[in-house]
């Protein structure tokens, strides 16, 4: 591997970056939360602005040093947590924010670290964690019933073909426990039917189901949205990119249904902007997406979606729906909790 490749390797490509800090419009005296660092580049890009601050999260210990030398940089300009972005509110003041970004999912830099048990070219243990998770996708595999593994598999990862998979995982297991990657790809793979027309790599769902099970994404993406509205000023923006279908829905019915325009109790009566349970601006439900030019220089940019939000003025009110919405999610994710 030349310094090149290593470096490129060891790097995130950010998604649409342009396109957020436009959003943000960082300001002189501005406070803007980064809960996803990652390779720190949207963090890096605000903190150019002059007199901005960022207070950054990140849950994995191994981009720790990319925060210190940000933050030996920047010693009073930016500060780090290595946290769950559930737990936004306990790093940032009620109403003082001016924007918080979450850009979803991993970063290239744990996708490439094999080790970490991923990527479907791994032949490493089956960890997938992100960092301060309670469990590994090697117990969730070798120790959850069939019927809860199937229902990971079906709702998480969205697989059509769960009953196949889960009946020969649990047949591999009980003949050898399954600790690598490559044991368990040879496994789906022999279990789906071959379409060749289909670009995705046959283990793509499962792993995303496991991945998100192990880190209770979609948990952590409620709680997060939800806590960052309590730490924005009015006219605060929270932006969310996600990358894949069950995150888009959460947030696109918090962003719709909590926003002025949605919260009128009829739509026969007209429009106020006032209504006491919103907790947005009008929202048009517009998506942006990575431009063409974007997409073929950093493909994994293709699923990506951005939303985004602006706090209106009203006293926050917990969003209830939003919980019950999703049940069905928090409450897979949370089966063992
Ligand atoms: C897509 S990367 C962010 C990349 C970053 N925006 C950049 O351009 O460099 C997502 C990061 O969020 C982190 N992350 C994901 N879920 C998290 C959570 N619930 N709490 C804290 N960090 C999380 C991951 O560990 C990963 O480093």
């Known amino acids: 591997m030349n310094n090149y490749t290593s470096s490129l390797e060891s790097s995130h490509f950010p998604v649409m970056l342009e396109e957020v800090v436009k959003i943000c419009s960082p300001i002189e ?190 948990t952590e993406l409620i709680k997060g949205i939800i806590n960052a509205v309590k730490i924005l000023k009015p006219g605060g923006k929270i932006l969310v990119i996600s990358f894949h279908s069950i995150e888009d829905k959460v947030v696109k019915y918090f962003f719709s249904n909590y926003s002025s325009n949605r919260s009128n109790p009829s739509r026969y009566l007209p429009y106020n902007q006032e209504s006491s349970n919103s907790l947005f601006e009008e929202y048009k439900n517009k998506i942006l997406k990575p431009s063409n030019e974007e997409i073929s220089q950093n493909s994994p940019s293709r699923s990506a979606k951005l939303r985004y939000a602006i706090r209106n003025k009203n006293k926050f009110i917990f969003p209830k729906e939003l919980i019950v919405k999703f049940k069905k999610y928090l409450d897979l994710e949370n089966l063992y909790a």
């Open 29 to 218: 005296g501005g406070v803007y939360v980064d809960c996803t660092f990652g390779g720190g580049n949207y963090t890096k890009k605000i903190l150019k602005f002059s007199g901005t601050k960022v207070i950054a999260i990140d849950r994995d210990e191994n981009i720790l040093h990319l925060a210190k030398a940000i933050e030996k940089k920047y010693p009073n300009r930016f500060n780090f947590h290595q946290k769950r972005f559930s737990e936004v509110g306990a790093v940032a003041s009620k109403n003082k924010i001016d924007a918080v970004i979450f850009d979803l999912g991993l970063s290239s830099i744990q996708l490439n670290d094999l080790k970490r048990g991923f990527s479907f070219k791994s032949k490493e243990s089956l960890d997938m964690s992100m960092g301060l998770s309670s469990i590994s996708a090697e117990e969730v595999i070798n120790e959850y019933s069939g019927h809860t593994l199937k229902l990971i598999i079906k709702i998480l990862g969205e697989e059509k073909e769960a009953s196949r998979i889960v009946k020969n995982i649990i047949k591999a297991r009980s003949i050898k426990k399954i600790t690598k990657v490559d044991q368990l790809v040879e496994i789906i793979e022999k279990s789906k039917k071959k379409n060749y027309k289909k670009k995705i790599n046959p283990s793509t769902k499962t792993f995303q189901a496991l991945r998100i099970f192990v880190n209770k994404e979609v």
